[in-house]
């Protein structure tokens, strides 16, 4: 059960895209399409932004997308605005039924 | 509107024990799996367990098996985490969550706190 892998950090400046990767395996990101990313505020619960790979549920800005290619799922935010600065998570369905989650990524808005 | 409210966290010592429990509402709580979601202090989410929509599959992290019970009681649309031999690593924030293979609900979360 190791976490999925994403990059500690990443910024960018209002109204630029950023693109926020989860890298796992064969046997979660890579095997099935329940790949979902949170967006989490400080001394917030996390929020669903995209499930099942690239799905927005009711409700999120369609500035926020997802996109999987083999054990890699990504989470693209365009036109970035400062609301957006937050501690993003993804998570993904495991072969042993389990759910696996990534170490977080914690986006500035410059 | 789905409403999860947790309750139950606390102080408790090394070794001791702590149940957890999750009062769910605005959705019909038979009809779907439940997990418990941790995040200690400073740190990321971290999966703990589900339960599926009659009990009957669970599944649990291995940081936390065969020390954490979960359990579930539709007719009170409640989800419980009995936690025992509790050690420090276990201090987190712990969320009662809608699990449909993403976490759609999550609640406030409650705080557990591992300490001599």
């Known amino acids: 059960q190791s976490a999925l892998t994403q990059p500690a950090s990443v910024s960018g400046s209002p109204g630029q895209s950023i693109t926020i990767s989860c890298t796992g395996t064969?046997?979660?990101?890579?095997?099935?399409?329940?790949v979902s990313w949170y967006q989490q505020h400080p001394g917030k619960a996390p929020k669903l932004m995209i499930y099942?790979?690239?799905k927005r549920p009711s409700g999120v800005s369609n500035r926020f997308s997802g996109s999987k290619s083999g054990n890699t799922a990504s989470l693209t935010i365009s036109g970035l605005q400062a609301e957006d600065e937050a501690d993003y998570y993804c998570?993904?369905?495991?072969?042993?039924?389990?759910?696996?989650f990534g170490g977080g990524t914690k986006l500035t808005v410059l | 509107q789905v409403q999860l409210v947790e309750s139950g966290g606390g102080l408790v010592k090394p070794g001791g024990s702590l149940r957890l429990s999750c009062a769910a509402s605005?959705?019909?709580?038979?009809?779907?799996?439940m997990s418990w979601i941790r995040q200690a202090p400073g740190k990321g989410l971290e999966w703990v367990s589900y339960?599926?929509?009659?009990?009957?599959?669970?599944y649990y992290a291995d940081s936390v098996k065969g020390r954490f019970t979960i359990s579930r009681d539709n007719a009170k649309n409640s989800l419980y985490l009995q936690m025992n031999s509790l050690r420090a690593e276990d201090t987190a924030v712990y969320y009662c969550?809608?699990?449909?293979?993403?976490?759609?609900?999550w609640g406030q979360g409650t705080l557990v706190t591992v300490s001599s």
């Open positions: 969550a809608r699990d449909d293979y993403r976490i759609d609900y």
């Open positions: 605005g959705f019909t709580f038979s009809d779907y799996y």
């Open positions: 339960i599926s929509n009659t009990g009957s599959t669970i």
């Open positions: 064969s046997s979660d990101v890579g095997g099935y399409n329940y």
């Open positions: 099942d790979v690239t």
């Open positions: 998570s993904s369905y495991t072969s042993s039924s389990t759910r696996v």
